[in-house]
């Protein structure tokens, strides 16, 4: 008796509870209503400023746009606190149950009212790991969600605005979110899909550094991340650029940066347009990543004569004593110099690098022609332990014979 008695007291608890304090939820409430509950927000009477509150939470998403032109508009600060709150309320309610469908339906093409989700699929790929991606700018970046970027001017545009407030939270030291360098990202891959690359180089300095890199090494989102990274490190153009976009990509342990590897070797053939340091990162990365149908990239680079155009700094009287690596040397006032091809010590240097990457894409057992090859995380090896002195001619050429005899049918 004593428990029923106890059960039938907790009800009526619950119910007198719901009665004084739940939110009233009106069937159909009409417009006059809802402005008369509104107008009772200003009223003199608590009591009347509390019921009115509790009906309008009651309300439902569908009346949310009558509510915001009234906020708009309201002067009384009690009226502003109040309907602030409710309209907050109403907003989460909507944007959770948004949320909820568009990551439910198995339709990759519906919007569900998110119609900045038919730029982001265009340009991350359309999959669940994209859609929860995509998400996580909507509390930061709401209109990048749900607005398209559908021209160029308005991927810049928001752009624009995702630097502006990176700018102002790296002057406010700390405000930092890595949102901004996913939003970024995004931006700058919806201005690519239209043939604009003109800031692309700029969010190297962002995508580099702490928190903005944060969302790159986040394995729930790895696919559609590397599908972005790989686009926008593609736009770049030149090797130092694309240098440093492998470097952030590698140290974020996205393995998509083979192609930009492959862009950044293929482009920079020619004495003209290739520098060493770049020429010998691109090549560690094929060593790591590089497949079968790279190899005919990576066999140019074994007869290349000449990687970079070798320059002595000018001003110091009787020029560089020692000359350059390769034993090149200009005088200042005099006439340049023949230079000797293929002896230069940073073109053998990528000649190696290049054997390297061939041997281990065939599966030749490298380590019997570089034996002293060091692994070192993340690039794939120290290049200091594989790369021969310019004298060691015969060893040279015995590791580029052993690698033709395979190649021949």
């Known amino acids: 008796m004593a428990g029923k008695r106890f059960l039938r007291t907790a009800c009526c608890a619950c119910l007198l509870w719901l009665a004084i304090f739940a939110p009233t939820r009106s069937e159909d409430p009409t417009r006059e209503t ?31 746009g ?88 308005q991927a810049f545009d928001a752009s624009a605005v995702v630097s502006r407030s990176i700018q102002d939270s790296m002057i406010q030291l700390g405000d930092g979110d890595e949102v901004d360098g996913l939003a970024l990202l995004y931006c700058l891959c919806a201005m690519d899909a239209h043939g604009d690359q003109r800031m692309a180089s700029s969010a190297l300095r962002i995508l580099g550094r702490y928190p903005y890199n944060q969302m790159l090494r986040d394995p729930q989102a790895k696919r559609p991340m590397e599908v972005l990274v790989e686009r926008w490190a593609l736009s770049l153009q030149s090797g130092s650029d694309l240098t440093r976009a492998m470097l952030i990509m590698v140290e974020s342990e996205l393995t998509s940066l083979r192609r930009v590897a492959r862009k950044m070797l293929q482009d920079r053939q020619g004495p003209e347009r290739a520098d060493p340091e770049d020429v010998l990162i691109g090549l560690q990365m094929m060593f790591r990543f590089g497949q079968e149908e790279d190899l005919p990239i990576l066999e140019a680079w074994l007869d290349c004569t000449e990687v970079c155009v070798e320059l002595t700094a000018l001003g110091f009287p009787g020029g560089l004593q020692g000359g350059l690596p390769g034993g090149f040397m200009e005088q200042p006032g005099q006439p340049p110099q023949p230079r000797p091809e293929g002896n230069s010590q940073r073109t053998l240097e990528v000649r190696d690098a290049a054997l390297l990457a061939c041997m281990r894409i065939t599966g030749m057992e ?34 580029i014979d052993a690698w033709r005899a395979t190649r021949k049918p």
């Open 34 to 64: 809802i402005l008369a509950w509104i107008a009772d927000l200003s009223s003199g009477e608590f009591a009347v400023r509390d019921r009115a509150t509790r009906q309008l939470n009651g309300l439902t998403a569908d009346q949310l």
């Open 66 to 153: 009558l509510l915001v032109d009234q906020l708009a508009m309201a002067t009384d600060p009690e009226v502003k606190v109040r309907l602030s709150g409710v309209v907050a309320k109403l907003k989460h309610e909507r944007q959770q149950n948004i949320i909820r469908i568009f990551l439910r339906d198995p339709d990759m093409s519906q919007t569900h009212e998110l119609e900045g989700w038919k730029t982001f699929s265009e340009v991350a790929g359309a999959n669940r790991s994209s859609k929860r991606l995509f998400l996580e700018l909507f509390d930061r970046y709401p209109e990048l969600v749900e607005k398209p970027l559908e021209s160029s001017q």
């Open 366 to 399: 490298y380590r019997n022609y570089f034996p002293e090859l060091r692994t070192q995380e993340p690039r794939g090896y120290n290049p200091n332990t594989i790369l021969l002195p310019a004298d060691e001619k015969e060893l040279r050429q015995s590791r």
